[in-house]
């Protein structure tokens, strides 16, 4: 609060200009006592609320340190962990960039056609009409207990097995086995369910590795590895490029060669972590790679993780092989593969989180259970599952289906981009395909990526997972899911992504 | 069957062979020998009976009734319409009528003297999880958290086996019936201080776990004030307010925020279940509610870790929203803890035992220090295996909470019947007879 003085009039002792200048200046005084006194930080009846809550926060509202400032003089506000700061930075990944504004602005075909088109979110939404009739004939049956009684709670209410009851790990080995196409069986006794599989994959992390260790990962990868592995694990990603004139599968010597570059700089890896199928690309790792990859990880000694949550979701010719049936079917060390899984992707419900850890090491599955304690299933969710589960009609009608409509969607997908001179990578599975349209960028390379990324989102208005969020090394690679779209809305994204590329084409030529 | 050892099998990190999971505490092995041993009114008359879990099944028939009468919470209307929406729900925020449920039970479990904004509700599945994400997001591995003893042994896994955080305990005895003074914090404070250890917080448990008692509003004061002058964070865990015997005794720290006008009120965080206060352990429901606006941003990414499910998310906002459900369950669920609380007052009064004076919670904090050989944590570790093998009761060691003064033990009351509550205290009576006779 300044004060201010008129002190010209003063000095030079004219009276009118004291008048002049003093009353106003009194005034001014005044009113800045008046505004200090009354400026309330807070109401005194409503806590404060949180600032406009978009995910990413551009700018950090400090209301209640400004009242600190004002009362007590004192400036320092209480201070939150190295992590916590870390990860209350905004989000620069385009992967969650474009979540938020697809969904701040979502299209609808009738409510708003110029919406966002959501093609960044990998969730099925083909086959809802089965799950939705199943639970319209069973829903009052599936959430009876044991017990007689209507909707009884007592056996849901109580603590459970923190690692998820044995009827649904029952029920879930066996929708595992039907998943994986019969040729392996699963035991109960070898799984930790978990809330999703994000806790699944961060847990084994926390079994399998110490702050500072590291895990190779295949490029192109889930952007959500970045967060799940590495938050608060403090392990660290080491990236295998993979190309496209391998159609992106992994090869032995580039893992190879990774492995010993970063031993030479003093980082321990303890393991590798494997999609199968693959996310970006859609691929399957083949039963020969599948032993390579035990063989290293024997020689090495080294864990492997097979995340095969996208098991369900093969629509292609290529048979799916999980890397628990390689295990079984040669003489490898078991105790150093854990399969995480889930029915996020498969089934359709994300929101129930159901995931799980799937392993042969006794001291794995020790650890891993005991930690379930911060990521257990809900009780009600598990007992609706168990019903569902068990009803292999429904599940063998539902795989059925799934599989077609998952297809018959990726074919008219693929298609359309081909019409417009955008080719896909090979891929037998999945709920997206993996587009290549380096032909749309102006200047090759991450930085043009990131600009056609851009303008997808912002003018075509479809949101799509740029390579690089993915860490793909080749430029111009996109992951478009098509499951969360109706047939109808196909060629209105095609429609717009032509529109686009006619823009560039004009202002290029 | 030669096993072929080539070289040393493929190693598992620091956390998974730690003992920080603390699965070795008497606090567990007692849970053991009742699970090898489980009382069962017909077909197990002189098993173990289970009095150190704390669970609140008093009052299961009211939640039986709502779920009967009320069929649309267990399913999603008419031809499911709001399925689909809710079976794809897996935003970290949580769902909007979920949290303004929540928001509204908290506020009506404190007789309406505290708001709740639902923005500020961050979702978790269940309280262990959100006092672990919380730890991760106030402190450091390496730092420390100051917690007053006796505190539930949970802490001491919840809080430090993943974060690598500490804890210091502040000590608090009989005396002043456990209750946290100034100095004790000081010394706290000065003990870390000693051991290189920066402070990041206090935790608190109001109603406290093991005393089942609230903390006094003069009490809560000064830890705030402590906490402000610190410039730390203030956690309060308030996972039993709505078990408290009556309605006016309990004061959570909102009350004390809301008297100051929400000044200093960013260092303050308050953490819910329903596992206590609903009796739905198994539905995984625990929540964050933070005043600082950067916490609950962190917390609710974080929290992607530990989602509770939406199906539960929309049976519960359903229930909890239903006015007459809540206020009838909150008035009797408290009435028939009080009842029980009575009930082995006067039980364990009969058989010569005293408890420290309770008001909340859904145990008693037993004093069997007379019954001591020398006042030792040997000899009240002898006591607690006397009666779990001769008298076939589970309870809570003292030493198992961290209490400085041997001899105390935690009773659970409300986790059985009110027959099995009579056939345990018939037991203790006899044991004490004995004990006079020799």
Avoid at chain 1, 12 to 22: A, C, P, T
Avoid at chain 1, 50 to 68: C, G, K, Y
Avoid at chain 1, 449 to 471: F, Q
Wanted: charged share 25%.
């Amino acid at each position: 609060m300044r004060l201010v003085v008129p002190l010209q009039g003063v000095v030079q002792g004219r009276g009118g200009l004291i008048f002049g200048s003093l009353i106003p200046c009194a005034l001014f005084y005044f009113l800045q006592l008046y505004l200090k006194r009354h400026r309330s930080p807070n109401s005194r009846s409503n806590p404060p609320s949180p600032s406009a809550s978009a995910q990413n926060l551009a700018e950090l509202t400090r209301t209640s340190s400004r009242s600190n400032l004002l009362s007590r003089g004192s400036i320092v506000p209480v201070l939150i962990s190295s992590l916590a700061t870390s990860i209350s930075k905004p989000n620069d990944s385009p992967y969650y960039i474009g979540l938020d504004k697809a969904s701040e602005d979502p299209y609808d075909r009738i409510d708003n056609p110029d919406g966002v088109i959501q093609l960044g979110l990998s969730e099925n939404r083909l086959c809802f009409d089965l799950i939705e009739k199943w639970m319209l004939e069973n829903l009052k049956d599936s959430m009876r207990g044991r017990e007689e009684g209507d909707l009884s709670i007592s056996g849901i209410a109580s603590y459970q097995p923190l690692d998820g009851t044995m009827e649904l790990k029952m029920a879930m080995a066996g929708f595992m086995s039907r998943v994986m196409g019969g040729a392996v069986s699963f035991e109960p006794s070898q799984m930790v369910l978990t809330a999703g599989a994000t806790p699944a994959i961060e847990t084994l992390c926390f079994c399998l590795a110490d702050h500072g260790n590291a895990f190779l990962v295949p490029t192109p990868y889930y952007p959500g590895f970045d967060r799940d592995m590495k938050w608060r694990t403090g392990v660290e990603l080491i990236p295998v490029h993979c190309r496209n004139t391998d159609n992106f599968v992994l090869s032995i010597s580039a893992l190879n060669q990774a492995f010993n570059q970063t031993r030479k700089r003093g980082t321990k890896i303890r393991g590798i972590l494997l999609s199968n199928p693959a996310n970006p690309v859609g691929n399957l790792l083949s039963r020969e790679m599948l032993c390579d990859l035990l063989y290293f990880a024997r020689e090495k000694n080294i864990h492997i993780i097979s995340d095969e949550i996208f098991a369900g979701s093969i629509y292609g010719n290529e048979e799916f092989v999980s890397i628990a049936d390689v295990v079984d079917s040669e003489d490898f060390d078991k105790s150093r593969v854990h399969i995480v899984y889930g029915l996020s992707k498969d089934l359709s419900l994300p929101g129930f989180r159901v995931g799980m850890i799937y392993s042969f090491n006794e001291n794995v599955l020790a650890a891993a259970r005991k930690l379930t304690r911060f990521s257990s299933i809900s009780a009600p969710t598990q007992r609706l599952l168990v019903s569902m589960l068990s009803d292999a009609r429904f599940i063998e009608e539902y795989m059925v289906t799934n599989k077609k409509r998952i297809r018959n969607m990726h074919d008219l997908f693929v298609a359309g981009l081909e019409g417009l001179g955008i080719r896909c990578a090979d891929s037998s599975a999945g709920l997206y395909c993996w587009a290549d349209m380096s032909k749309l960028i102006l200047t090759y390379g991450e930085k043009g990526e990131l600009e056609l990324w851009e303008k997808l989102l912002h003018v075509a208005k479809i949101n799509i997972t740029p390579g690089s969020a993915c860490h793909c090394i080749e430029p111009g690679w996109f992951r478009c899911c098509f499951t969360t779209l109706d047939k109808e809305d196909i060629p209105v994204v095609m429609e717009r992504i032509r529109k686009l590329a006619d823009t560039r084409a004009a202002s290029r030529g | 069957m030669a096993i072929e050892i080539e070289k040393p099998g493929v190693g598992l990190s620091k956390v998974a062979v730690s003992e920080t999971h603390g699965e070795d505490s008497p606090y567990f092995a007692g849970w053991k020998a009742y699970d090898e041993n489980p009382y069962n009114e017909s077909s197990n008359p002189s098993g173990v009976i289970q009095m150190g879990l704390a669970e609140n099944q008093v009052s299961f028939d009211l939640l039986e009734k709502y779920l009967e009468e009320h069929s649309e919470a267990s399913s999603w209307g008419k031809g499911a319409p709001g399925f689909r929406e809710n079976a794809l729900f897996q935003d970290y925020h949580g769902l909007k009528s979920f949290r303004q449920a929540m928001a509204n039970f908290m506020e009506q479990i404190r007789g309406g003297r505290a708001k709740f904004d639902p923005d500020r509700i961050v979702l978790t599945a269940g309280a262990t999880a959100a006092n672990e994400l919380l730890t991760f997001i106030l402190a450091d591995p390496g730092d420390a958290l100051l917690v007053p003893t006796p505190y539930y042994p949970g802490f001491d896994r919840d809080l430090r086996w993943r974060t690598g955080v500490k804890i210091v305990p502040i000590h608090c005895d009989s005396s002043n019936n456990f209750q946290v003074t100034p100095e004790a914090m000081e010394a706290a404070y000065r003990c870390a201080e000693s051991m290189n250890l920066k402070v990041r917080g206090i935790l608190i448990t109001n109603p406290s776990n093991p005393l089942g008692a609230t903390i006094q509003r003069s009490v809560l004061e000064q830890i705030l004030d402590f906490a402000v002058n610190k410039n730390i964070h203030l956690v309060s865990d308030e996972i039993y307010s709505g078990s408290t015997f009556s309605s006016s005794e309990f004061i959570s720290i909102a009350e004390i925020l809301e008297t100051r006008g929400y000044r200093d009120s960013e260092r303050v965080h308050i953490v819910y279940s329903l596992s206590k206060d609903l009796g739905l352990p198994g539905f995984r429901v625990g929540t964050i509610y933070s005043y600082n606006d950067k916490v609950v941003t962190t917390a609710r990414r974080m929290s992607s870790f530990t989602l509770i499910s939406s199906q539960t998310q929309h049976l519960l906002a359903c229930m909890l929203s239903n006015r007459e459900f809540s206020e009838n369950y909150i008035k009797t669920n408290r009435e028939r803890l009080t009842k029980r609380y009575d009930m082995i007052i006067k039980g364990l009064k009969n058989a010569g035992i005293e408890c420290l004076k309770g008001n909340a919670g859904l145990f008693c904090w037993m004093n069997l220090s007379p019954l001591l050989e020398e006042p030792s944590r040997e000899s009240e570790l002898e006591l607690w295996k006397i009666i779990l093998n001769e008298v076939r009761l589970n309870i809570s060691p003292g030493s198992s909470c961290h209490c400085s003064e041997p001899g105390w033990f935690r009773v659970c009351f409300a986790n059985m019947s009110e027959q099995t509550l009579d056939i345990a205290l018939e037991r203790i009576h006899k044991f004490m007879e004995r004990r006079r006779r020799n």
